[in-house]
């Protein structure tokens, strides 16, 4: 069975600096990986995924993930934190059994931002 | 362009009693999923709905049912609440065998 593991719980970045969230994954065949953040009260945002191919992915304001094969790691990156990112971000992998489809999330990290 | 859609917002019940909510996909997305996610947790998946069939399920008891209509909207039903039954209820919607899933805003459940 696939899971996922987001080891930070909470982290706390100044407004300008750069950050790094950290998400491990157990699954046996080649994964789907996504993130996604979630704002106080609503939904999911879809930040950016992997399928396949190059392995640093490209997201939505400014974020990037990279995909490790060999650690089973898909961090979360970007250069420089706005105010405006603080939220709870979500690592997911996706599993298929024919066409069915879920996500399996980690607990998620509550990103906080000091100006 | 409509995004994923879900009603109501907000829901308080009592234990024991039922509830019903309500998700529309986004357009042209045929398949829909569900989720819970309880306070301070990531999402669990609930079921996935094509075809007005239950194609998959998550560990959720038999409380926990749904269904799909043909214009792919879909229902979530929950029997006799309990305590624990509070979280938010989250629908995504996709194609079918697609990868990504977009999600509604959700409905916020409260059981007293």
Known sequence: AQSVTQPDIHITVSEGASLEL???????ATPYL?????????????????????????GIKGFEAEFKRSQS????????????DAAEYFCAVGAWAGTASKLTFGTGTRLQVTL | ?????????????????????????????????WYQQALGQGP?????YYEEEERQRG???????????????????????????????????????????????????LVL
């Open chain 1, 22 to 28: 950290r998400c491990n994954y157990s699954y046996g």
């Open chain 1, 34 to 58: 996504f993130w996604y953040v979630q704002s106080p009260g609503q939904g999911l945002q879809l930040l950016l995924k992997y399928f396949s191919g190059d392995t640093l992915v490209q």
């Open chain 2, 59 to 109: 560990n959720f008891p038999d409380r926990f049912s749904g269904h799909q209509f043909p214009n792919y909207s879909s229902e979530l039903n929950v029997n006799a609440l309990l305590l624990g039954d509070s979280a938010l209820y989250l629908c995504a919607s996709s194609l079918v065998g697609g990868e990504t899933q977009y999600f509604g805003p959700g409905t916020r459940l």
């Open chain 1, 73 to 84: 790691s898909f961090n979360l990156r970007k250069p420089s934190v706005h105010w405006s």
């Open chain 2, 1 to 33: 362009d409509a995004g994923v859609t879900q009603s109501p917002t907000h829901l308080i019940k009592t234990r024991g009693q039922q509830v019903t909510l309500r998700c529309s996909p986004k357009s042209g997305h045929d398949t829909v999923s």
């Open chain 2, 44 to 48: 669990q998946f609930i079921f996935q």
